[in-house]
């Protein structure tokens, strides 16, 4: 009986050409039409893993983590400035967008470090402003809402709430420089009603001439309350 020899299959050739088309694992430089460049880790023919872009549109680099080609885990941002780069992000990144806790250098004397949520700093964060001063507390959307300090160059600084990046709700002032304070409620970034008393004034650097005198109202508390109650109504 003859034997009967079973022919091989073969695979047709644009599968093998497409195979081979596809970008997985390591690859060198892959350049764009629009000009951008990246060099790292694909999978399935996207940017997934390490790897490092120059953005030619937003004139910059990004190194760090991909997923999806979108930045995605932890990587760093980089302005082109000069004949180099200066570095303007560093922290996590969730497709695409500043996300979980990272650095932001709006200027060399100027940063935020603290908490992202979709590009915007929202939680926990601690902003150096160019003049000296520091905010540190909450965000939301990219402004100061919710409890937190602001302390000047001169070290005076508000400890209380925030709504919509001004000072809203209850809080303190302490003028560190004249040995007062002052507690009570505020109405966007104005103390409405609230009670100013001496503070420190001994070792004040610029102590006023006198101390305050002595409030002569029977019930001063029930007289800012009751205020407080107003304006706290005008608000909602």
């Given amino acids: 009986m003859p034997h009967l020899k079973t022919p091989k299959a073969y695979e047709p050739l644009w599968k093998e050409w497409d195979e081979k088309a596809q970008k997985n694992g390591l690859h060198s430089t892959v350049y764009s039409v629009n000009g951008n460049e990246y060099k790292g880790e694909w999978r399935a023919n996207k940017r997934e893993g390490k790897g490092t872009q120059i953005d030619r549109q937003r004139g910059g680099i990004y190194d760090g983590d991909w997923k999806n080609s979108m930045r995605h885990g932890f990587g760093t941002f980089s302005l082109k400035e000069g004949l180099g780069y200066r570095k303007q992000y560093s922290g996590g990144w969730k497709r695409d967008k500043k996300h979980g806790y990272g650095i932001f250098y709006y200027s060399e004397k100027e940063y935020y470090e603290g908490e992202w949520f979709g590009d915007e700093r929202s939680g926990w964060g ?38 919509n990046d001004l000072k809203n709700g209850d809080g303190k002032f302490f003028y560190l420089d004249k040995g007062q304070i002052y507690e009570g409620f505020w109405v966007d970034d104005i103390p409405k009603c609230g009670q100013m008393s001496d503070f420190g004034r001994e070792g004040a650097p610029e102590a006023t001439q006198y101390p305050i005198p002595q409030v002569e109202l029977a019930d001063s508390s029930s007289v800012i309350g009751e205020a407080k109650n107003d304006f706290e109504s005008a608000m909602s």
């Avoid at 000296?132 to 302390?151: A, F, N, Q, T, V």
């Fill in 126 to 163: 601690r902003m150096y402003y160019q003049d000296g001063s520091i905010y540190e507390g909450e965000w939301l959307h990219d402004k100061r809402d919710g409890r937190g300090m602001y302390r000047l160059a001169n070290e005076n600084r508000y400890e209380g709430q925030w709504k």
